[in-house]
Structures are given as C-alpha cells and as structure tokens.
C-alpha cells in the first residue's frame, strides 16, 4: 500500500522551514527520504529505522513514530538547491522487501 | 565507485514497437529494483529481483512487459508490443541489504525516458 504524503506542494522563500509527512496505514519498519529533480534521478537523503529516531543531514532532518505510523521531513532555513520534489519510500519487514514510494511532495524554493 | 546506469537515455517509438531497456547496478548489489514515473506523478514499483530471481514482480503492468536478470548482474525490461499508456521514465535502481536487517539506500540510475507515439 502506497503511503500517502502531505502537503502535495509548497513554495518556500529562501531561509524559510518546512515540514513534509508521510504515513502509512500498514505498519512501518523503516522509512527512506529521497529528493529528485527535474530530469535527474532521485538521491537518498536518509533512512529512518523503527525505534523512533531522528536523524540529521546538514539542515535536513527527520523523524519517525512507529506508533503513528508517520515519518516527518524537516527543512530548516532552506536553500534554493533544496528544490526539488522529496519521496518517503516504506518497506516491510525484511532485507528483501520493496520499497514502496508516496506521490511526492513538490517544493519550490524561491529567492 | 560506478554507479548504477542506465540504457538508452531516451527512446522513442511507435506504438506495437518493442523497445530493451538496460539497467547495470553497483557491483555487488544483490536488489534490484525497476520502478516507473509517468507524468510527474509517484514513483511506481513494477519488480524487485534479488541476485537472479524474482523476489516480487506485483507491479508489472501486465504480460506486455518483461525483465530478465541475468546471472545476476545486469537487468533488461522489454515491452512488446508497446502502447500509449506505457511512456514515462523508467528507473532502475539497487541496493545491498544492510546488517540491519532492513534495505540499505537504494542507488537510482538516470533513468530511460521512453516516448510511445
């Protein structure tokens, strides 16, 4: 089941946050955040295990509650290479399961 | 470390044409994944093989498209006879299950930008 994200699309100024959520109504083991641009590939930003961590790239965090079911994407003070639309992925319960990706979430960062 | 690559970039072709899609992942990596983007619209699984079989194939399409992997290494998708609805980017993408337990990143190639017409 695809896990569903919100918001669809945001516009951001420049040194401006975000959140971008992602969730689930089939039990998570793990969520993976990828961020793609027009005509390239999607580029792993990090991956979330059970046990509710968070985790930090740069100005780009996440979190995830089991619980809940949710993974939260965190863009602080953005930049315009930030740009871009950003993917939660969910896999199931082993080493090899899919992973399956949510619609995406478009974010536009402007001067 | 190479990447993982793709093959052709781009294609176009007439609708009831056949067209070969090549994916070579990172050496070593046992997951192999194709997915599919249509219209800037959600990545969607079609495969999923580890090592030379087919760990799960739930999102093909139907028997129009065919992926083989062959030793292991290198993947080809064929659709034949091709149709309107089947254009899009076609990603390949792979990964080595991590001593978690879980999958570790998946590596994305640039992705086949297939034009039926």
């Known amino acids: 089941q695809q896990p569903v994200q919100s918001p669809q699309a945001v516009i951001l100024r420049e040194g401006e946050d975000a959140v971008i959520n992602c969730s689930s109504s089939k039990a998570l083991y793990s969520v993976h955040w990828y961020r793609q641009k027009h005509g390239e590939a999607p580029v792993f930003l990090m991956i979330l295990l059970k046990g509710g961590e968070q985790k930090g790239h740069d100005k780009i965090s996440a979190s995830f509650n089991e619980k809940k079911q949710q993974s939260s994407l965190y863009l602080t003070a953005s930049q315009l290479s930030y740009s871009g639309t950003y993917f939660c992925?969910?896999?199931?319960?082993?080493?090899?399961?899919?992973?399956?990706f949510g619609p995406g979430t478009s974010l536009s960062v402007i001067p | 470390e190479a990447g993982v690559t793709q093959f052709p970039s781009h294609s176009v072709i007439e609708k009831g044409q056949t067209v070969t899609l090549r994916c070579d992942p990172i050496?070593?990596?046992?997951?192999l994944y194709w997915y599919r983007r249509v219209m800037g619209k959600e990545i969607k699984f079609l495969l999923h093989f580890v090592k030379e079989s087919k760990q799960d194939e739930s999102g093909m399409p139907n028997n129009r498209f065919l992926a083989e992997r062959t030793g292991g290494t290198y993947s080809t998708l064929k659709v034949q006879p091709a149709e309107l609805e089947d254009s899009g980017v076609y990603f390949c993408?792979?990964?080595?299950?991590?001593?978690?337990?879980?999958?570790?990143?998946?590596?994305f190639g640039n992705g086949t930008r297939l034009t039926v017409t």
């Open positions: 993408a792979s990964s080595q299950p991590s001593g978690t337990g879980y999958n570790s990143p998946l590596h």
């Open positions: 050496s070593g990596h046992d997951n």
């Open positions: 992925g969910t896999e199931g319960k082993t080493s090899y399961d899919k992973v399956i």
